[in-house]
């Protein structure tokens, strides 16, 4: 893990919060020289601290109503198949837009963060969809009612 000191996790921390900002408007804010600022925002790059700058998508493409799936798959007789029948249902999954992120868990299991517009579209794309995958053990849907951090993780995954 790299090593930061004060400076590199306050240019990170308001980078974060909006890297549009220009080295002069941080030196400013960070009462520093723009050559520090330039020389350490270098530095974070090459060592693959920053590794790109993204946008986050606005409330208006982001899905008003969000779930964390875990889907456990039937372990299939011959077990050597289990690998790739993971991999397929998390490419199926990955290719569909109401999949924000998915990953693997465990030997079995995959979760995934899906969105829609209203919490009975989402409800309809778990059943018509996920639920439809042959040969699943268990499909656990957990609504997300709020968030207390990460709030801006719908807008950064949400695809256009």
Not at 2 to 20: F, T, V
Request: proline share 4%; net charge negative; no cysteine.
């Amino acid at each position: 893990m790299a090593q930061l000191d004060d400076l590199d996790r306050a240019i990170l921390r308001i980078l974060k919060e909006d890297a549009r900002l220009t080295i002069s408007e941080i030196a400013e804010r960070l009462n520093r020289p723009e050559s520090t600022i330039h020389f350490r925002i270098k530095k974070l790059q090459e060592r693959n601290v920053i590794d790109k700058y993204t946008i986050i998508l606005g409330e208006e493409l982001q899905p008003k109503s969000l779930a964390i799936v875990y889907i456990q798959a039937e372990t299939p007789i011959i077990e050597d198949f289990l690998e790739r029948y993971i991999s397929h249902i998390m490419k199926t999954l990955s290719l569909l837009p109401n999949v924000l992120a998915v990953a693997r868990s465990g030997k079995d299991g995959i979760v995934a963060i899906i969105g829609d517009d209203t919490p009975e579209k989402l409800n309809r794309f778990v059943d018509d969809t996920i639920r439809s995958l042959p040969t699943l053990k268990r499909v656990e849907v957990f609504t997300v009612d709020q968030f207390i951090k990460g709030q801006d993780l719908t807008g950064f995954l949400v695809g256009v």
